[in-house]
């Protein structure tokens, strides 16, 4: 029977809203294609058990099997030089058809190695699709449109390794209680120096659930705008490219950047951001909220509510009644 590995990235002790996503989309294939769907978790250590603990989480989101590797280098970040070598011992001992990643700055880095290691196919964010007849369908458009690789798990050979967008597929089902098989890593990857590290302030942006964009219609106030919005959301705020541009060096952390740091909030809200074409590639967005003042502007295309009007009166606004609610 096939397999499927889904890499689980953490953060802290809770998975990615992505990896859950993706562990969803491993459920889905793997019903199809009467494979085993296996939530492969590296992590420092054992995970606690208890209500809604890890285990439970990943089973609960349609993992068949939990597949555990831990060594206290996983406590580092999830790169190919600290987290390659566990992913490989799971891919030797259970030989994959399919490995899924979210597609995180990490997992961009692990993926295409895994690929090569494992003389497999790696397809960055492809279009997917089941055919009825329990055919899978994989498809990569590339050269700015001019190429589309296409690939059908028939001709699977080798495995694949896929990277995948998020906020762009539902999440999965499953038993409360998966099978949990702990391995132990024979490599831990090669180990590198660190140099230093810097506390990235914007990384919750990935994963909030709210997240407030400002455009560069706010011109240099676009972060401040966005953030007083996002704090009364309990959410995140983050700006476009324009905006950061006409903003400080500090916003310039935060853009909402489809190769680095993309986005896939239940809720954004984008206020005097035009809905450029390049924006939008990195938000993946349950709803999306526009306020603009200008009628035309494409964000009114794809959002579900928008408001006609000057952004920084509306945020202030909206502030003062979510104030008023308490
Ligand atoms: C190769 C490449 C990659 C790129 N990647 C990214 C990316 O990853 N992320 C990204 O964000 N951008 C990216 N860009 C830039 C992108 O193409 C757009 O230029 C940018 O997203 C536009 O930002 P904006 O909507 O804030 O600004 P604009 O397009 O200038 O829109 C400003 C909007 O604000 C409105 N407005 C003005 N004043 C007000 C007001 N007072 N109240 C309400 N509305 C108001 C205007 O009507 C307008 O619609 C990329 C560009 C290139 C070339």
């Known amino acids: ?13 809770r998975p990615l809203p992505a990896s859950l996503e993706a562990l969803g989309v491993g459920r889905r294939i793997a019903t199809r294609l009467g494979a085993t769907n296996y939530a492969l978790l590296p992590c420092a250590s054992r995970p606690s058990y208890g209500d809604d603990d890890i285990i439970t989480v990943l089973s ?4 068949d099997k939990v597949v555990l590797v831990t060594h206290p280098k996983l406590a580092e970040a999830p790169l190919h030089a600290s987290h390659g070598g566990a992913i490989a011992t799971a891919c030797g ?3 994959p058809t399919l490995v899924l990643f979210a597609s995180t700055p990490g997992a961009r880095d692990l993926a295409p190695r895994l690929a090569a290691q494992l ?5 960055a964010e492809p279009g997917l699709a089941l055919g009825p007849d329990g055919s899978l369908t994989l498809t990569r458009t590339t050269h700015g449109g001019h190429w589309t690789r296409t690939l059908r798990a028939d001709d699977l050979e080798r495995p694949a390794v896929l990277t995948l967008a998020p906020g762009r597929a539902p999440l999965g089902t499953g038993d409360e209680e998966s099978e949990v098989v702990v391995l132990s890593p024979t490599a831990v990857g090669e180990g590198f120096d660190e140099l230093g590290r810097e506390v990235d302030a914007a990384a919750p942006l990935g994963h909030a659930r709210v997240v407030v964009g400002g455009g560069a219609g706010l011109g240099a106030e676009a972060l401040g705008v966005a953030s007083d919005l996002a704090r009364a959301f309990g959410g995140e705020a983050g700006v476009t490219l324009a905006a950061a541009r006409k ?5 310039a952390e935060r853009v909402i950047d489809a190769t ?6 239940r809720l954004y809200i984008a206020c005097a951001a035009s809905g450029s074409f390049s924006h939008l590639g990195a938000v993946g967005a349950e709803t999306v909220v526009a306020i603009n003042n200008d ?3 494409p964000i009114f295309e794809i959002a579900r509510y928008g408001l006609v ?5 509306a945020a202030a606004a909206i502030r003062a009644a979510l104030e008023k609610r308490d």
Request: proline share 5%; net charge negative.
């Open 309 to 313: 009007a000057d952004a920084r009166e």
């Open 1 to 13: 029977m096939a397999n499927i590995l889904v890499y689980i990235e953490l953060a802290g002790d």
């Open 119 to 123: 003389a497999g196919v790696y397809m």
């Open 247 to 251: 903003t400080s060096a500090a916003s």
């Open 295 to 297: 009628a035309q502007a």
């Open 60 to 63: 609960r989101s349609g993992a």
């Open 260 to 265: 680095e740091r993309r986005i896939a909030p």
């Open 93 to 95: 001992a259970l030989p």
